[in-house]
């Protein structure tokens, strides 16, 4: 109260001031500061270790299916690798244009119809093979990774609270259901994790969504 | 000692070295949770706020030596998504036993006293501001930020701290007086029980 009046504030302000000091020590009044016992410290800490421990980790079924397609003969690759460089060299157009695709390559190449929120990229890996003509489970990765960019990125505008990115999510994510890949490739357990994604940003669950991307992203 | 800042800029190399942050904001987040949601709530919020945090940690403002704000913003906008049960816990404030606070606890008696007698009327108040208001009253009066550290929890500007405080202070004031649990009269006077 003295500092306030050597402010010279006017008597009014001094009593509306003591009145807010009052009802401020009321609201601090209520309840109590409740100090987390030791077992709930380390439930928790062990949460954020193993979130720390999986950063950079690649993820369940995600990372199976990328470590699938690592497990293919090295052999068996780098052929398959020639023959493509083999055939897009030979296919090469006046313009220099890339090399030809199969049909089912241009086929798969059109169901990978998947934007990224701003900033994001695709990894080469991911990228690089999305148009070649062994693309089939490539294409769906990429799909996945943007699935897990947008769901990434919804949570996040969500703590941040930023209606703007908020929609642009949720707009993408609207759209997850109809994109091609889905529609043809997609394994009933990536429905239904997909589904779950969707039910949990429909009754804005940032805590749910948070798990769905533990459970099915790669960081 | 090293920084928050300077602990979370280590975390990007050495991701273990966010442990520390844990370790020094763990029970402040814990505790602004429990008050607000109950300790079931505080247990799930409070370890995602760190997961979060981690999660976060490559965007965090450097110049901002301390995370404490930056940690009670996302612990405050995790609790948004559980508004039930904060709500909840207001009920269960409302119902307490009034005659828990005697006038022989020590110093802070007072406040709590008329605490106790105003509960529902604080409760009624809380629960009627709006969220983002709510949110602004309660880092100042449970985890105890000023108004530059609100701005920076709630990531708006000063001025909106100021304007929302403002507000809900004027509207808890009017329910308290209302409620005939404060009256205003002279210099000096200050909130006395109805």
Sequence with gaps: VNCFARAGNTEQRRKEIVL???????????????????????????????????????????????????????????????VVVAIGIANLDDRGRPPAQTDEARRLA????????????????????RLTPAAGDRAEAVQVFAVCAWTNEWRDAAIVNDPSRLSAANHALATVRSWPIFQESTSDTTRRWIDRILAATTRE??????????????? | MSSDAEIIAASTADSRAFEAIFDRHYAT????????????????????????????????????PDARPWLLGIATNLLRHHRRSEER?????????????????????????????????????????????????????????????????LRV??????????RARRRMRELLRASGQYRAETEGDRAVSG
């Design chain 2, 89 to 153: 816990r207001l009920r269960a404030y409302a119902r307490l036993d009034q005659t828990d606070s005697s006038p022989s606890e020590a110093d802070a008696a007072d406040a709590r006293v008329d605490a106790s007698r105003a509960v529902p009327a604080l409760v009624q108040g809380l629960a009627a501001l709006p969220a983002t208001d709510r949110d602004a009253l309660l880092l100042l009066a449970w985890a105890d930020l000023t108004y530059q550290e609100i701005a920076q929890a």
């Design chain 1, 20 to 82: 807010s000091v009052d009802e401020l020590q009321m609201l601090r009044a209520i309840g109590d500061r409740t100090v987390p016992s030791r077992a709930r410290t380390e439930s928790a800490r062990g949460v954020l270790l193993a979130a720390i421990a999986a950063e950079g980790r690649p993820r369940r079924w995600l990372a199976s299916l990328l470590r699938l397609r690592r497990s293919q003969a090295t052999a068996f690759a780098m052929a398959a690798a020639l």
């Design chain 2, 29 to 64: 987040i814990y505790s602004y949770l429990a008050r607000r949601g109950g300790v079931d709530l505080a247990e799930h919020l409070a370890a995602e706020t760190f997961v979060v945090a981690f999660a976060g940690r490559r965007r965090y403002d450097s110049d901002r």
């Design chain 1, 110 to 129: 059109a169901l990978a119809v998947a934007s990224l929120p701003p900033g994001r990229s695709f990894p080469p890996a991911l990228a690089d093979n």
């Design chain 1, 205 to 219: 669950d940032v805590s749910a969504v948070s798990r769905e991307v533990e459970d099915g992203c790669a960081s």
């Design chain 2, 157 to 166: 500007p000063i001025g909106t701290v100021r304007s929302r405080l403002h």
